[in-house]
């Protein structure tokens, strides 16, 4: 098994754990760190997941990810807006996918949202900038 392997399978065994106990302290957008690791052949680089909580309806300010983001929709409902695209639904089951610096909105429905984002980014950046 490769360490990316490894690395990718322990993540998500993280995942599962910190579902079941909770997670950790989250950040104003609602985001816990589960896990992060340096990226095997890139030592610039490293992957951070998390789970995303939003317990009602909101509304992200407009905002990017200096190193992309992919994600996974486990309960609740999104609407993501994407610069020259039309706004796109998600539900539980979704998955999607955000390249680097590309700026989104990203609305959360009546009854919340909780997903699973993994973030790639060079050591040091920001996982979200926001824009005017």
């Known amino acids: 098994m ?5 690395a ?4 998500l065994s993280a995942v599962t754990l910190a579902v079941i ?3 950790q302290s989250s ?8 896990y992060r690791v340096e990226v095997a052949g890139a030592s610039d680089l490293e992957l951070v997941m998390g ?14 990810h200096p190193g992309g983001e992919f994600g996974f929709i486990l309960e609740g409902a999104a609407t993501v807006t994407t610069e020259g695209e039309p ?6 089951g979704d998955s999607f996918y955000q390249p680097a610096g590309e700026w989104h909105v990203v ?7 909780r997903t699973v984002v993994f973030r790639v980014l060079r050591k040091g950046q920001p996982m979200i900038v926001e824009v005017d």
């Open 87 to 92: 706004p796109t639904p998600l539900k539980a």
């Open 21 to 23: 106990a909770g997670g």
């Open 51 to 64: 789970i995303v909580e939003r317990s009602g309806e909101s509304t992200s300010p407009k905002h990017y």
């Open 2 to 6: 490769s360490r990316t392997h490894l």
């Open 8 to 11: 990718i399978l322990l993540g």
């Open 107 to 113: 609305s959360i429905a009546p009854g919340g949202a």
């Open 27 to 34: 950040t104003p957008d609602g985001f816990k760190e589960l």
